[in-house]
């Protein structure tokens, strides 16, 4: 098979069976090429590309690369689903066959936040490591909603340092903060948002703290803790039992109820916002959670709205 390039255009005379392979876009009586598209012919069909001569397979790699940018992973994609018997067809940087298909190299970074810009419905980041591997992860914006309902109560604590000592129904019953002893210890996240809705009332020195004042208390030891707190009451609002991600390294692990026993949290909760994070660092946090059994929310605001994006691994 030749391949002819002509005034920058690559095309071969048109082939019925090329055309059924999904390659090309018939013109004229030609096939045209995209340039992903031509250097998978030389390296699965033996194609032989032709300019003003017989070019080389590194004339081939230049002309390819001048044309595309960020070539290399969205053709290492390429030529990934076409072994996997998918057709596929390039668009500026994205492929779209059984999915949209967005390449990206591990060491690359990426915005959640422009991800979910994309709006497209089936949007798959396609990761390429360092040895050309592939990894796929589907990107979709969901609405998280729990069913953990709570009844107004009535509560007094005491401030120690940066924790809260209050009454032991609030875990026992509510699954606030955890138990030593016969009192619950909460956090200043939970002490907070108790004390705004008028739930709690926490003392220090005989004092009635505001909640300006554990809001202050917060920021001394999290310089993010006001963006933390919006989450999290929004992610109570959302009647879902929040409890810290520490140790599953997000923000906040979700439990969409609790009865009388802990089970498993469904979702682990990370704030990104506009933070660029390595492809690696997303393939990681998604291999973590799911090795737990749970699924990864990346946490962004935008028009003063949380929107929560969901990332998992997927077979295509």
């Known amino acids: 098979m030749k391949i002819f390039i002509k005034d920058d255009q690559a095309y071969i005379p048109f082939s019925k069976k090329i055309e059924k392979d999904g390659i090309g876009i018939k013109r004229d009586g030609k096939l045209i090429l995209h340039p992903i598209e031509v250097l998978y012919l030389v390296l699965n069909r033996n194609a032989i590309v032709v300019g003003d001569g017989e ?90 909603v729990g069913k953990h309902e709570e009844e107004e109560f009535k509560a007094r604590g005491v ?83 929040v409890k810290t991600g520490l140790k599953f390294g997000s923000d906040f692990r979700l439990y969409e109820y609790i009865e009388e026993k802990i089970p498993h949290s469904t979702y682990l909760a990370t704030i990104v916002d506009d933070k660029s994070l390595y492809a690696f660092e997303i393939v990681r946090a998604v291999r973590l959670a799911q090795n737990v059994r749970k699924k990864l929310l990346f946490v962004y605001k935008e028009g003063g709205e949380n929107r929560y994006i969901a990332v998992e691994r997927v077979k295509v």
């Not at 004339?59 to 030529?79: A, H, K, L, Q, T």
């Not at 739930?199 to 001394?220: A, C, H, N, P, Q």
């Open 159 to 241: 401030l120690v340092e940066n924790r809260i000592f209050t009454e032991d129904f609030l875990h026992k019953r509510y699954f606030y903060g955890s138990l030593k002893g016969d009192k619950t210890i909460l956090s200043i996240l939970e002490g907070a948002y108790l004390v705004e809705k008028g739930w709690l009332k926490v003392y220090s020195s005989g004092k009635m703290l505001t909640f300006e004042d554990l809001v202050e208390i917060g920021r001394r030891k999290d310089t993010e803790f006001e963006r933390r707190f919006e989450v999290y009451r929004d992610l109570k609002e959302r009647k879902f039992v």
């Open 55 to 144: 070019m080389s397979l590194t004339d081939v790699f230049e002309w390819c690369m001048s044309r595309v940018e960020n070539f290399m992973p969205i053709y290492c994609v390429y030529e990934d689903l076409r072994r996997r018997g998918q057709k596929v067809n390039v668009f500026e940087d994205i492929l779209v066959g059984k999915f949209v298909f967005y390449p990206i190299e591990e060491v690359e970074r990426v915005k959640i936040k422009d991800l979910a810009k994309r709006k497209f419905e089936r949007l798959v980041l396609a990761v390429v490591d360092e040895e050309n591997e592939l990894t796929y992860y589907k990107v979709e914006e969901v609405n998280p």
